[in-house]
């Protein structure tokens, strides 16, 4: 069966729906994997390249460089070469790459060309090129560097933003060291949290890795206990291991730091150029970042110390797994002691690596562990990896733990199913991508016996369950979802047709819908890029949970209502029925709808930002002015509202102020009860009249609001209303009266009430310490004044 699909697969990639699932299926197996190799070979072949490479599809021609090897690329040189200054930004760097791996000259002259016949760079090829120059000639490297480096203290902030750490990692590969110092001090003149990130990539291009200034981050924040000591199986035995960790204990670390590095810099050249550079510095001359150049000294420091090669040849067993379980970042000696631990009795390095999992599990240790035992690929650590996705555990040694089940396989994939579900949260989360990855006829039957729960609950699971192993029942399943005209439903029955081999009458309106849905994901995303902001769409996609049924789906909603971002609230504004119960509820935000919320919340401030008055209006953001002065967030103002009419049925304001706040954020259907209930329970409300009015209207009760207003005006003289200026809330009763006897063709009578001025009464005042009109039992300024 799986030979089957694969093979309907190869010859469906021409289509853009079928190369994006297959980019992602390959980039997800293990790497130098059997299957990973056969299908590099059956599904992307010259021809398919070449279709993909000469066409205008720039999205699946972005896959392509993403996941595919750059050797596969080498027949395609010249045309890469051809259209490199065309494609799209986000192209730049991925095509750079490919064309000075598998092509430098070409390459060279390629991006010489450019930056002759260019009289404005773009920012992301000047970056691009840079980052590839140790692939090139390196004559060539050494011209286009010359035009390339001084960007870097270009007067264009986000010029020299994006390009110092390229350049600086250019001017160090390419011996132009008369450059360091002022990319060094270009660096620093960035924002507290840019510099150390910064930091640390100086740390690796001087040192190869940036395990040490990353120590000395973390000790500082007290994220990790870590000391030098821990550690000094790494360096030789004359390092000043005691006064690198007292350098991590200090309150003014710099002053020791340049200490420690200037008795010692002259051990490796590495550290000899970082001692030059920190010393020609105006950021050290001036005092500026002193813990900054403090982490890179003592890198310095520790590099100059650091044991670039140790004899594992006769190393005992607990003496590799102590040294694998070293909380280091980059553990340089990886490689040689994974081939040492093949050596040893598989019974005895696999409960030894289990225990000392456990133990090092939050810590670098414990992701190196993990990582080693996906490439041992031993079925035997599946259980030991399965805890290491615990929810309690922290999310680098999870991903460690995930890969490595990927690798292990078929057994890991079969444990994973077997537990299901006594796993908690987080295994099932990180869970369901080595299952998708493995695949095979048991993920079949696992799909079609959770298919009701998933089906509800984890849509998103179950299609990538269905993709992974295509089976007739899978799809017969699927075919039932499809009137919701869920976009994940549809390309997935798509992909399962295709797959199979299907004759679904279906499958050209689906793909119509897709493809059009694909390209006005192009067109945002194109705006985005371009930084234009045209009038917003009418809607926004979102996955939304049931908190009925659970069913989480993906609804177009008009707007959502953004209250306190560090509380989480926010409301769904519109009204939509749940797809899989039918019931309106007050759906939950599923965490990519809070994602997609977030994109969207930086549109619009980059669109008010660049000045534009088109900015998209899809948020609500208004704040509620209450009657002492305060402000309150619309979500947390809708459930104080909800929770008064709950405790107190009768208190009529809490019902309309409900009822018009409903009516703000698109719940027309939801407001008409509450402003019905406030004017039941008070008939003279003006302000109840008008809105009810209104919302009856909107809704084609056209009958309904003349009949409302009609008996309203017969009560004129002892009308009631929160409005400071109650002559005017007469004057919009009268409008509105008047412009609903025009709709009905009723001639105006004496008897109508007017637009001239008239008594209304204020709703009477209540005093803050004054017991609350609702009913409560409670002071006012304690109940409905909040």
């Not at 991925?94 to 404005?120: K, N, V, W």
């Not at 509800?456 to 269905?466: H, V």
């Not at 976009?487 to 399962?496: M, P």
């Not at 509820?585 to 965490?591: M, Q, S, T, V």
Request: hydrophobic share 45%; glycine share 4%; aromatic share 8%.
């Amino acid at each position: 069966m799986q030979a089957s699909y694969l093979a309907h697969a190869a010859a469906s990639l021409d289509d853009p729906i079928m190369i994006d699932w297959a980019l992602r299926h390959y980039d997800a197996l293990p790497a130098h994997s059997e299957l990973r190799d056969t299908l590099g070979t059956l599904w992307f072949h010259d021809p398919t390249i070449e279709y993909w490479i000469k066409g205008n599809d720039l999205d699946t021609l972005k896959l392509l460089f993403v996941y595919l090897p750059e050797e596969r690329f080498a027949a395609f040189a010249p045309i890469i070469a051809a259209r490199w200054s065309e494609w799209p930004p986000t192209m730049a760097h991925s095509g750079a790459h490919i064309l000075a791996r598998i092509a430098p000259e070409l390459a060279a002259e390629t991006f010489s060309r450019y930056l002759e016949s260019s009289q404005t760079w773009s920012i992301e090829r000047a970056a691009a090129i840079l980052s590839c120059l140790v692939k090139l000639p390196l004559n060539a490297a050494l011209r286009l560097a010359e035009r390339l480096i001084p960007l870097a203290w270009s007067k264009d902030e986000m010029c020299g933003l994006i390009l110092r750490e390229e350049a600086f990692a250019a001017a160090l590969m390419l011996k132009q060291l008369e450059t360091l110092p002022r990319l060094l001090d270009e660096i620093f003149s960035g924002t507290e949290s840019r510099v150390q990130g910064a930091v640390n990539s100086l740390a690796t291009c001087l040192f190869g890795h940036d395990s040490y200034a990353d120590l000395f981050f973390w000790r500082r924040k007290a994220y990790s206990s870590t000391s030098f000591q821990q550690l000094a199986c790494l360096f030789a035995t004359d390092t000043p291991i005691a006064a690198m960790d007292e350098v991590l204990e200090s309150a003014d670390p710099l002053a020791p730091a340049l200490s420690l590095l200037a008795s010692c810099y002259d051990r490796s050249p590495e550290s000899t150029l970082a001692w030059n550079l920190i010393q020609q510095s105006k950021t050290c001359q001036n005092g500026q970042h002193p813990e900054h150049l403090a982490a890179l000294a003592l890198a310095a420091v520790a590099a100059s110390g650091e044991r670039k090669h140790i004899d594992t040849a006769s190393m005992p067993l607990a003496e590799v797994i102590g040294l694998l379980a070293l909380d280091v970042h980059t553990n340089i000696h990886y490689a040689p002691l994974l081939e040492r631990l093949r050596s040893f009795p598989r019974a005895e390095t696999i409960p030894a690596m289990t225990r000392q999992l456990a133990d090092s599990i939050d810590t670098y240790g414990g992701v190196t562990l993990a990582r080693a035992m996906g490439d041992l690929a031993w079925p035997e650590f599946t259980e030991a990896l399965l805890a290491c996705m615990l929810d309690d555990h922290g999310d680098f040694v999870c991903v460690a733990a995930q890969k490595a089940l990927i690798a292990i396989g078929e057994s890991a994939r079969d444990a994973l199913i077997a537990q299901w579900e006594t796993l908690d949260t987080s295994q099932q989360i990180f869970g369901e991508s080595v299952i998708t990855a493995v695949g095979g006829q048991p993920v079949t039957e696992f799909a079609l016996h959770h298919s009701d729960a998933l089906l509800r609950e984890n849509l998103e699971f179950w299609c990538a369950l269905a993709l992974a192993a295509p089976d007739q029942r899978l799809l017969a399943l699927l075919r039932h979802e499809l009137p919701h005209d869920e976009s994940l439903i549809n390309e997935t029955y798509y992909r399962l047709c295709r797959l199979l081999d299907a004759s679904c009458p279906e499958l050209d309106e689906l793909r119509a819908k897709i493809m059009q849905r694909r390209s006005r994901q192009q067109e945002r995303k194109a705006i985005f890029d371009s930084g234009t902001f045209p009038e917003p769409s009418h809607s926004l996609s979102l996955s939304l949970r049931c908190p009925a049924c659970g069913t989480v789906r993906s609804y177009d909603v008009k707007g959502v209502v953004i209250g306190d971002t560090d509380k989480d609230q926010m409301l769904v504004a519109d009204e939509i029925a749940c797809l899989g119960c039918g019931a309106f509820p007050e759906f939950e935000f599923e965490p990519e709808a809070k994602m997609a919320l977030i994109a969207e919340i930086f549109l619009a401030q980059a669109a008010t930002r660049s000045g534009k008055s088109n900015a998209p209006q899809r948020l609500i953001l208004d704040r509620v002015q209450l009657p002492d002065g305060s402000r309150k967030t619309f979500p947390s103002y809708y459930v104080s509202l909800q929770e008064k009419v709950r405790r107190n049925p009768e208190d009529w304001r809490s019902w309309f102020l409900l009822g018009k706040l409903l009516r703000r954020i698109n719940r027309p259907n939801a407001a008409l009860p509450c402003l019905r209930k406030a004017h039941s329970i008070n008939p003279l409300s003006l302000d109840t009249i008008i809105d009810l009015a209104e919302l009856l209207l909107d809704s084609g009760h056209l009958n309904d609001a003349f009949d409302l207003l009609d008996g309203a005006q017969k009560d004129s003289r002892r009308w009631q209303t929160m409005s400071e200026r109650p002559i005017e809330r007469r004057g919009e009763f009268a409008l509105l009266f008047r412009h609903v006897r025009q709709l009905l063709g009723i001639a105006e009578t004496a008897a109508a009430v007017t637009g001239a001025p008239g008594f209304v009464d204020k709703a009477p005042r209540t005093g803050r310490n004054e017991p609350c009109p609702c009913g409560s039992g409670k002071k006012f300024k304690k109940c409905c004044m909040s």
